[in-house]
Nanobody, 125 residues
C-alpha cells in the first residue's frame, strides 16, 4: 500500500504561482514514476506532468510547457509541481499519482497504481 498526501492548492489570480506537493509513504519499489493529473468540471482527466524517479526524466503536456516544472526530493519522498504564469484554464482538481515497477513515463491515468485525494486549484481572471 502506498499513501499519497497532497498540499499546496488554493486560489490565485491569473499570472500568479502555486507549488503543489505530494509526499509518498508506505511500501517501497525499486523503480517508479510519479505524475500529476488534473480534471476540470465536465472534462476528462488530463495528464499534466510526470517524472521517472530513478532516471529523472520529465514529460509535460503541451499546454503547461514553459510554465510548470516537476521536481523530486529523494530524502523526503516528495514530488513537487511548480506552477507559474497560471491561467484561468488551469483551474481544476489536481491529483498526484504513482505508477510502480517502471521507469518509463506514462500519460494514461488508468495505468497508474496509486492516487492522492486531489487538491483544488482555482485561477481567477
Amino acid at each position: 500500500q502506498v499513501q499519497l498526501v497532497e498540499s499546496g492548492g488554493g486560489l490565485v489570480q491569473a499570472g500568479g504561482s502555486l507549488r503543489l506537493s505530494c509526499a509518498a509513504s508506505g511500501r517501497t519499489f525499486s523503480r517508479y514514476v510519479m505524475g500529476w493529473f488534473r480534471q476540470a468540471p465536465g472534462k476528462e482527466r488530463e495528464f499534466v506532468a510526470a517524472i521517472s524517479w530513478s532516471l529523472g526524466n520529465t514529460y509535460y503536456t503541451d499546454s503547461v510547457k514553459g510554465r510548470f516544472t516537476i521536481t523530486r526530493d529523494n530524502a523526503k519522498n516528495t514530488v513537487y509541481l511548480q506552477m507559474n504564469i497560471l491561467k484561468p484554464e488551469d483551474t481544476a482538481v489536481y491529483y498526484c499519482a504513482v505508477k510502480t515497477t517502471t521507469w518509463a513515463i506514462n500519460i494514461r491515468w488508468d495505468n497508474y497504481d496509486y492516487w492522492g485525494q486531489g487538491t483544488q486549484v482555482t485561477v481567477s481572471s
